[in-house]
């Protein structure tokens, strides 16, 4: 079976411009997580969505970014204007329930670097 | 709200040699706690979970975790390690009822040949 499957693996960009990352989650899975991975702050959760509905977005850093799940099967992450201080490994992840029980499954990465 | 402290950001270690890796947790209700492992340019992957029962887990690669509530703690430990072993791992905690998971900063751990 599929993993999750991340789009792109990585994205060099400028300054300003928008940045779109994408995520398909494992089929039959519930929940959705976006994660960002940088040295200086280690893992850090973003926003996680259950059955398509956004549940916490306390970790997005700013209302420069923004999160969308039109169906089970299709996520996004959007940076809009990126700046230097985005740039890090954003991570999906998606899990087959909704309980602090599951496990998630990690996607491979897309690594953003932002000039 | 919950969290997870992993002191230790390197273990080097030889091959062959045991290794613990620690993790210490804090939260005033029942917990789940979860090891994951990243190997380079990879996702996270699950190691080990307790959830319940047995306090004593363990992974189909021979790593093992112990839950211990007295001192909350998840050290992670392994008798005799292998090169395909240099990963970098996550101790992550969860609360019942809420899905957030926080991970700890990670253990980068370095078997030496």
């Known amino acids: 079976d599929a993993g999750v499957i991340q789009s792109p693996r990585h994205e060099v960009t400028e300054m300003g411009q928008e940045v779109t990352l994408r995520c398909k989650p494992i089929?039959?899975?519930?929940?959705l997580f976006w994660y960002r991975q940088t040295m200086m702050r280690g893992l850090e959760l973003l926003i996680y969505?259950?059955?398509?509905?956004?549940?916490?977005d306390s970790g997005m850093p700013e209302d420069r970014f923004s999160a969308k799940m039109p169906n089970a099967s299709f996520s996004t992450l959007k940076i809009q204007p990126s700046e230097p201080r985005d740039s890090a490994v954003y991570f999906c992840?998606?899990?087959?329930?909704?309980?602090?029980?599951?496990?998630?499954?990690f996607g491979p990465g897309t690594r953003l670097l932002v000039l | 709200a919950q969290s997870v402290t992993q002191l230790d950001s390197q273990v080097p270690v030889f091959e062959e040699a045991p290794v613990e890796l620690r993790c210490n947790y804090s939260?005033?209700?029942?917990?789940?706690l979860f090891w994951y492992v990243q190997y380079p340019n990879q996702g996270l992957q699950l190691l080990l979970k307790?959830?319940?029962?047995?306090?004593l887990v363990e992974s189909i690669n021979g790593f093992e975790a112990e839950f211990n509530k007295s001192q909350t703690s998840f050290h992670l430990r392994k008798p005799s390690v292998h090169i395909s072993d240099t990963a970098e791992y996550f101790c992550?905690?969860?609360?019942?009822?809420?899905?957030?998971?926080?991970f700890g900063t990670g253990t980068k751990l370095q078997v030496i040949p």
């Open positions: 992840a998606s899990s087959p329930g909704t309980g602090a029980r599951e496990t998630q499954y």
């Open positions: 089929s039959g899975h519930n929940s």
């Open positions: 969505f259950n059955n398509n509905v956004p549940i916490d």
């Open positions: 939260s005033s209700v029942s917990v789940y």
């Open positions: 307790y959830l319940s029962g047995s306090t």
């Open positions: 992550a905690v969860s609360v019942g009822g809420y899905q957030k998971v926080t």
